[in-house]
């Protein structure tokens, strides 16, 4: 036969599934545990939310003590004001290495 169709990749399809991902948002919940038996040797619980400042202050995540929020476009920071404003607010010589410390109850599924 005729020459088989190879895989085709645009070197915008990055940008564009890294822009979609980051306006969309994604929340990551994982329970990994290791035992041997019926003893439990390590467990770890991981929560992890991924987006743009934008999208999370949609949301309503808190964001670390410091945030600068006057970068926030102003249509996130009106929907969100008293829980950004109270997060601003708080002590910025916290630091809490640029982690979402705060998943809001509708975005968490684990029970």
Do not use: C, W
């Not at 808190?62 to 950004?84: V, Y």
């Amino acid at each position: 036969m005729g020459s088989d169709p190879k895989p085709t990749r645009s070197q915008g399809d990055l940008a564009e599934m890294l822009e979609l991902l980051l306006d969309k948002g994604v929340v990551v919940n994982a329970d990994i545990a290791v035992s041997v038996g019926d003893t439990e040797l390590l467990g770890v619980e991981i929560r992890a939310a991924i987006a743009s400042f934008e999208t999370a202050a949609k949301y309503g995540l808190e964001f670390p003590a410091g945030t600068d929020m006057s970068k926030l476009p102003k249509e996130a920071d009106n929907k969100q004001t008293g829980k950004i404003s109270s997060v601003a607010s708080q002590d910025s010589s916290e630091s809490n290495s640029g982690t979402v410390e705060h998943i809001p109850d509708h975005l968490n599924t684990s029970e």
